[in-house]
C-alpha cells in the first residue's frame, strides 16, 4: 500500500476520484488472497463508474474468499501531473497498491479513442507497455469487452483477451490463475498462456503469427501451437435469470455520468439494424424474468439508497414482459419515491402509456432514434420504423403533456444523399409543429443530434469505405443550413475524432506502434473533443509509413481476408453479406423474434435456441441450452 499525504489533493479538482472508501467498496488483505486483480477502465472516474461491466466483474471477483478485485481507472490531467511530479505510481482506489503488484490487470475496451489512455495507465504505473517485454513478474494483461472484436491495433500489448460474455470465464480463469501460481507457473509465461487459450473464449495474441501480403494487405493470423485455437469463438452466458448480477454496487462521492441503479433487462438483439455492432455481438437474446429483475430492484435500492432505477439492455423496450415489470416496479416503489426511467426507445414499441407510469415520480424528456431522415434510408439500415409511426409516438406524448422531445440520427451511412439529410430537419419541423397544433403553444422543443457513422467489425458495414471527413463537414454544414428555429437545438460529432475511430476499429497489429507514436507526442483523452489533436493523429501514421485512410476510408473486398476474422461472434460472414446486398437495394430483414430464422448462424453455431412457430408467425415455445 502506497502511503500518501493527501495534502497535495488540493491541487486536483476532483480529489473524490482518487480517495476511494466509497459505500459498498470492497477492501480485502492481499496476503489473505490467491489472485489480485486490478479492473480498469481508461477513462475518467465519472465515465468507468457508470460502466456496468466494471460493477458486474467487481462483484464477481470478490464474492470469492480466494480473489481481490480493486479499482482502477485513468486520472485525469491534474492528478497525473501531480502523479508524476511527486513520483508516485498508478494505484488502486481500495488499498492504493501500485498497480504493478497486483496479478492481473484487466482493462474493459469500450471505446476505440481510449486506447491512448491505456498506455498512459501503463507508463504511470511503471509496466512495460508490449507484452514481449513482460515476463511473470509482471501483472497479466487481459482485456474483454467490445472492442476485443477487433483487439488486433493493441493485440501486441495485451497478454489475454476474453471474448464475450465473462462472468463464467472469470471463474474459470482465475481457477487456472490460482493453481499454476501455486506451483510457480512451470515453463513460465508462455506455457500458462497455451494453457489458458485452451479456456473458451480465450485469444491469446502471442500465440499467433500475423502475415501480411508483399503489397502490404493484410494475409492472415494462424496458431503456433497445435493446442491453440485457428478461431476462438465468443463466450455466452446460457443462464442469464441466475447468472451473478451485483446488488450491492459502490456507491461513489460524486455525480458519475449514469448515477442510479441499473437493471439488465436481457441480452443481446435480433432486431438487425446493420449500422449496429452490438447487436450481432451479442446475440442471441436471452430475458430474465420480471420476478428475477424486481428482486434484483429492491436488494438493489435497499443496497445503495438510489431512487432511481434505469432499465437497460440493447432495446429495452423489446423486452417481452416490459408492462408487467414497469407495474411491478411502480406497485413496489410507489411509497419511496424511486423513479423508473427507460433509455431512447425505439418508435414502434413506444408505448404512451408506459412512458406515463414511468414518469409518475419524475418527468424528463423523451429520446427517440430515427437513425436517418427519410423512409429509404431508414429501409438501407434495417431500422424497420416509418414516419408515421415517430409521429403517432410524438402525438401521444405530447397529449399527454411532454413538451420535449430528443431525436437521434446518423450522417455518412451507405447510400446517403443530401435529400437524406434534408429529411432529418423536415422531421424535427414536423414533430415541432406537431406540438404547436395539439397543445397550441410554442414552447416545444426539438433536440436534433447527429452522430457520424463508423462502420464496425462483424457488422454489414464491415466492409463499408467510410466517408471523406471533409464531405462529412460539408453535410453538417448543409443540415445546420436546413434548422432555423430557436426551439430546435442541432448537435453533432467532430468528423475528425470519428475518421481515427474508423481506422482503429477496423485496422491490424501495424497500429500499436501509430498509438505509441501518437502517446509519446501527448495524445491521450482522445474521445474528449477538447483534447483530441488531428495533425498529431497524422503525424503519427505519417511516421510510421501508414495511411488512416487506408484502414477507414478503403472499402474492401467480401473475399478479402479481414484482420478479425479469427474473433468469432458466430454470425457468419454470409448472412453479413446477405445483409449488405439487401441494404443496397433497401430491403427490410425482419426481426427472427416475430417471425422466422434469418440464418444469422448464431442459434445452430452455439445450440442456443429452438423456436417453434404457431400458424401466422406466433412464438409458441423458445428453448435454450448450450452444446
Sequence with gaps: MIQLDTSWLQ????????????????????????VTMALAFPDVYEVAMSHLGIKILYGLVNRRDDAAAERVFAPWHDMEEEMRKRNIPLFSLETRTPIKDFDVLAFTLQYEMSFTNILNMLDLAGIPMYAKDRDMDFPLLVCGGPCAFNVEPIADFFDIVSLGESEEWGDEFIDLYKAEKAKGFPGGKEAFLRKVAQIPGTYCPALYDVEYTEQGDFKSITPRFEEVPVAVEKRIVEDVENVFYPTKPVVPFLDIVHDRAVLELFRGCTRGCRFCQAGMLYRPVREKTPERLLRIAKDTIANTGYNE????????????????????LMEEFKDKQVSVSLPSLRIDSFSIDI??????????????????????????????VSEEDLLAACTNAFKSGWNTVKLYFMMGLPTETDEDLAGIANLAYKVLDLHRDITG???????VSVSFFVPKTHSPYQWYGQQDVEEIHRKQRYLKSLINNRNISYHYHDGYTGYMEAAFARGDRRLSKVLVKAWEAGCKFDGWTEYFNYETWLKAFADCGLDPAYFARRTRDFDEPLPWDHLDCTVSKAFLKREWEQAVEANLTSDCRRGPCKGCNVCPELNTAIIDYKEGGRVEKVTFGLK
Design 11 to 34: 491541487h486536483v479538482q476532483k480529489p473524490a476520484r482518487y480517495t476511494g472508501g466509497e459505500y459498498n467498496s470492497i477492501v480485502k488483505d492481499h496476503s489473505t488472497v490467491d
Design 441 to 447: 403553444k410554442r414552447n416545444g422543443s426539438v433536440t
Design 309 to 328: 432505477i434505469s432499465l437497460m439492455s440493447l432495446s429495452s423496450a423489446d423486452y417481452s414482459k416490459l408492462p408487467e415489470l414497469v407495474d411491478m
Design 355 to 384: 412512458a406515463k407510469k414511468v414518469q409518475q415520480v419524475r418527468k424528463s424528456g423523451l429520446t427517440f432514434a430515427p437513425e436517418a431522415g427519410t423512409q429509404r434510408m431508414r429501409d438501407v439500415i434495417n431500422k424497420g
